[in-house]
T-cell receptor, first 112, second 111 residues
Framework: EAGVAQSPRYKIIEKRQSVAFWCNPISGHATLYWYQQILGQGPKLLIQFQNNGVVDDSQLPKDRFSAERLKGVDSTLKIQPAKLEDSAVYLC??????????FGQGTRLTVV | RKEVEQDPGPFNVPEGATVAFNCTYSNSASQSFFWYRQDCRKEPKLLMSVYSSGNEDGRFTAQLNRASQYISLLIRDSKLSDSATYLCVGASEGSARQLTFGSGTQLTVLP
């Protein structure tokens, strides 16, 4: 079974630039999560979708971050404009109902 | 106060040792708990679920104490391959389960 796919794997941008990340969850998984993981810390939830509806985006910095999940499948996370403190690994995960969450390999973002 | 708190370590133990990690949670909405394992520069992967009755999977034992809001993970007979970061996770109930991660405890098993 194919896992959660994310792209790109790595991205380096200058501050104030824009960047977008893409996630393709496991087929049939209704729940999709975007997490931000700063080095040395645990993953922090940015946004959670149930199908194409938002369940929780309370920790998403909405002045610069946006996410969508059109048609309840793929999802994109965008940062515009990026700040130095956005340097982190952005992890996408998906789960089926109340089962285990499976993570993608993440996108490592460096803002310089 | 963070919803899920862990001792960050690092824990450096010799092969064959027994090591225990602890985790506390503050959000009573968290009804289910898990331990995830994250290898260096890799994604987190589910290690095991945690039940009030305690559960064991080979050399790993997980325990939940709801009265004390405390979760533990015990690793017996440590192997070099157990070196990783162990993440404590609380999950809310409901159709859209929300997962809250602790900051992780780093374990290095030494030869």
């Amino acid at each position: 079974e194919a896992g959660v796919a994310q792209s790109p794997r790595y991205k380096i941008i200058e501050k104030r630039q824009s960047v977008a990340f893409w996630c393709n969850p496991i087929s049939g998984h209704a729940t999709l999560y975007w997490y931000q993981q700063i080095l040395g810390q645990g993953p922090k939830l940015l946004i959670q979708f149930q199908n194409n509806g938002v369940v929780d985006d309370s920790q998403l910095p909405k002045d610069r971050f946006s996410a969508e999940r059109l048609k309840g499948v793929d999802s994109t996370l965008k940062i515009q404009p990026a700040k130095l403190e956005d340097s982190a690994v952005y992890l996408c995960a998906s789960s089926l109902d109340r089962a285990e969450a499976f993570f993608g390999q993440g996108t490592r973002l460096t803002v310089v | 106060r963070k919803e899920v708190e862990q001792d960050p370590g690092p824990f450096n133990v010799p092969e064959g040792a027994t090591v225990a990690f602890n985790c506390t949670y503050s959000n009573s909405a968290s009804q289910s708990f898990f331990w995830y394992r994250q290898d260096c520069r890799k994604e987190p992967k589910l290690l095991m679920s945690v039940y009030s009755s305690g559960n064991e999977d080979g050399r790993f034992t997980a325990q939940l104490n709801r009265a004390s809001q405390y979760i533990s993970l015990l690793i017996r007979d440590s192997k070099l391959s157990d070196s990783a970061t162990y993440l404590c996770v609380g999950a809310s109930e409901g159709s859209a389960r929300q997962l809250t991660f602790g900051s992780g405890t780093q374990l290095t098993v030494l030869p």
